[in-house]
């Protein structure tokens, strides 16, 4: 939650700044600001709304002023604490104005840090816990500095440089050799203070946080920390980028550098130093990024949820290529290796995520326990970690997340490990904090998904976790000849959602019918349970409609006394082994006056004399339906919200990446 962007180097920042705060809007799109250093200050513009609000407040890139800053930083904020206004927004900043920071998480003791700072006379302009750091940081470097001017006489004569000018910065954003002797003299003396201050401050702060800061006096420097949020530093051609994720990053370079937790990285024009909370250095590998920067733009589609959609013949494709080896009936799975002498000795297993990704763990579930054998559960990420999980060595845990940073997946990982389990994972952003810190995983190989409501990662989790079950199947008592034959179906279904795919024109046709219905009902048995929910919750996201997945054979205990003609129902009713069980509940429904949209199986004509309104997916294994019978579900709720002139690919309240509780 929550996006940072920081640059120093040797262009303008401001257009670097924006440009990442629109690839990071994801994370979170209720305000925006930027903080740039220019001339011998910091200046600050902030915005409600989208980054778009925020750019014509500072005029676009034309404006002239601001693009001889060659430093700053800029947020772009989910709020958490504290409602979306300008007061609110990052970057945030001490009583005096020198210190501005941008942060992604959340403090949990800044009530009483706040406190303890307003009786001190610290002055609050907000009501976010950011600000705390901000105040902490003044107090104790304020403190620290006048120790150093009482033990350090000179300094107070010739260290005055508050309004020193700063040549280096103003109006021009070349790489020029500093010609301010007086800043250098403080600048020694002062070197260190900074850091050794905010050393002090991250010691007090419990909670997450990914911070970058900037400070009046260190014109050449940005300071950033690390805590439970990502953050990534890219080191291009003379310039360094930190932001929470690479997408900021890719245009200007694939190098780059994974914070870890607890990690201080001092930025400076030529040197780039990382290193502990107690000071020391650290060592860090570069590493460069595989991700395609196209990958990461629309394409002609009106949105990122279209294109992605479309995506999903190749995404899907990506997911399983070179992880198959057909004439065996196996799979292979580079990142299970180091770990499969203890896959084959676990005998239970925990899936564990959060929306949609929780969705296709619960796919997983079903075919974990017929396929593999495999006693396995599901829990919301957000139960598991505070409720008493019985785990042993020999459960293994598996995470699911797209991003790889949702707070609550991260933390239920954490506390398996303590319980010794093995975690493993289904994660796509590549070097993100869950990859880094599960034993083992595979990752989706789909590159970026950018729209908030999440589409081809959950046909590919799904894909995935076909994988797995033939893995780990394959490991106890699947047959060579069942391994196969899911190995081929898997492999023809990209073909089979082109299928799909080409149904769009009717699917939008069948939105526009219902687009103004208030509820609905999703409704689904065995594999195509999770579809019913995750349809619903496509919908509920994208399009403000009110709408509940439920088991289909669930609805007759109580929900089916909604039921009118006002209130239609969404059945996934392929021919599978619960097709006339479904039929059955489908009758009840009609028989009360409800609509009825049905996703049956192609050649199935026995539906339509049931449903209102059907579409067609074709034949497959049962447990694969799930990943072609969410497409039209997709469609659909994408039609719903782009009908209603809603922002599809930003709906309202929602972020991409949940970095909190
Ligand atoms: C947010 C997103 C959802 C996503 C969920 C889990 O709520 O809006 O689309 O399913 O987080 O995210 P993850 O990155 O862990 O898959």
Redo the contacts with the bound molecule.
């Keep these: 939650m929550c996006g940072i962007v920081g640059y120093l180097g040797k262009n303008s920042a401001l257009p670097v700044l924006i440009d990442g705060l629109k690839r990071l809007e994801y994370r979170g799109y209720d305000s925006s600001g930027i903080a740039l250093y220019l001339g011998d200050d910091i200046q600050c513009v902030k915005a409600v709304g989208r980054i778009k609000e925020l750019e014509e407040k500072i005029g676009g890139y034309g404006a002239a002023s601001l693009l001889g800053a060659c430093i700053g930083i800029a947020h772009t904020r989910w709020a958490t604490h504290g409602e979306p206004n300008e007061n609110n927004a990052h970057p945030h900043s001490d009583c005096s104005g020198k210190i501005w920071i941008a942060h992604n998480g959340i403090i949990e003791n800044y009530k009483e840090l706040k406190k303890k700072l307003e009786e001190n006379g610290h002055k609050f302009r907000s009501e976010t816990d950011t600000e705390v750091i901000a105040h902490l940081i003044e107090d104790v470097y304020e403190n620290e500095l006048e120790k150093l001017k009482s033990s350090q006489p000179l300094f107070s004569k010739e260290g005055k440089n508050e309004k020193s000018p700063n040549p280096l910065y103003q109006g021009g954003i070349k790489n020029e050799k500093s010609t301010q002797p007086l800043f250098i003299k403080e600048g020694n003396n002062k070197e260190g203070l900074l850091v050794s201050s905010l050393i002090k401050v991250l010691k007090m702060l419990k909670g997450a946080y990914g911070i970058v800061l900037i400070h009046k006096d260190y014109p050449d420097k940005i300071i950033a920390a690390k805590m439970g949020s990502p953050l990534t530093i890219g080191l291009g051609d003379a310039e360094t980028i930190i932001a929470s994720d690479i997408s900021a990053i890719i245009t200007h370079t694939k190098q780059v550098i994974y914070l870890d937790d607890g990690e201080i990285a001092e930025i400076g024009k030529n040197d780039l130093r990382i290193f502990n909370i107690d000071n020391v250095k650290i060592k860090k590998e570069v590493e460069e990024v595989d991700w395609d920067i196209g990958e990461a733009e629309k394409k002609g589609f009106p949105h990122f949820m279209l294109k992605e959609i479309f995506e999903q013949p190749e995404s899907i494709m990506n997911s399983i290529r070179g992880r198959i080896i057909e004439e065996e009936g196996k799979v292979k799975l580079g990142g299970f290796e180091s770990v499969s002498q203890k896959l084959r000795d676990i005998n239970r297993i925990i899936i564990t ?6 969705h296709a763990g619960l796919a997983g579930e079903y075919m974990l326990e017929e396929y593999a054998g495999i006693p396995t559960e599901v829990e919301y990420a957000s139960e598991f970690r505070y409720r008493k999980p019985l785990i042993d060595k020999n459960t293994a845990l598996l995470a ?7 707070a609550d ?1 991260l933390a239920a990982i954490r506390e398996a490990k303590e319980k010794n389990a093995l975690t493993l994972g289904i994660v ?2 590549v070097g993100s904090s ?1 990859a880094r810190e599960i034993d083992a995983g595979a990752y989706n190989h789909i590159g970026p998904e950018i729209s ?3 589409t081809k ?2 046909t590919s989790q799904v894909a995935i976790m076909a994988l797995i079950t033939v893995y780990l199947g394959r490991q106890r008592q699947m047959s060579l000849v069942i391994g196969e034959r899911i190995i081929k179906e898997l492999l023809l279904i990209p073909e089979k959602i082109k299928k799909i795919l080409s149904r769009n024109d009717e699917i939008k046709k069948i939105a526009e019918k219902y687009m103004n219905a208030d509820n609905f009902f999703y409704l689904g048995r065995k594999y195509n349970n999770p579809t019913a929910l995750e349809g619903a919750l496509k919908l509920k ?1 994208l399009s403000y409609i009110h709408a509940e997945g439920i088991p289909s054979g669930e609805m007759k205990h109580g929900s089916i006394a909604l039921i009118d003609k006002n209130f239609p129902s969404m059945f996934i009713c392929p021919q599978d082994s619960v097709y006339e069980k479904n039929i059955s509940n489908m009758e009840e429904i009609k028989s009360r006056g409800g609509r009825i949209i049905a996703i049956a199986t192609e050649g199935d004509g026995r539906i339509k004399e049931i449903a209102d309104d059907v579409i067609y997916i074709p034949k497959t294994l049962e447990m694969l339906t799930p990943i072609l019978s969410t497409i039209p579900l997709q469609l659909f709720a994408y039609y719903v919200s782009a009908l209603k002139g809603l922002d599809v690919d930003k709906p309202r309240n ?5 970095t909190v509780e």
């Design positions: 995520a959060c929306g949609t990704a929780m699911i997340s797209q991003s790889g940073e949702t997946t796509n952003v869950i908030v409501a999440s990662a959950f996201e929602l972020a991409k990446s949940v």
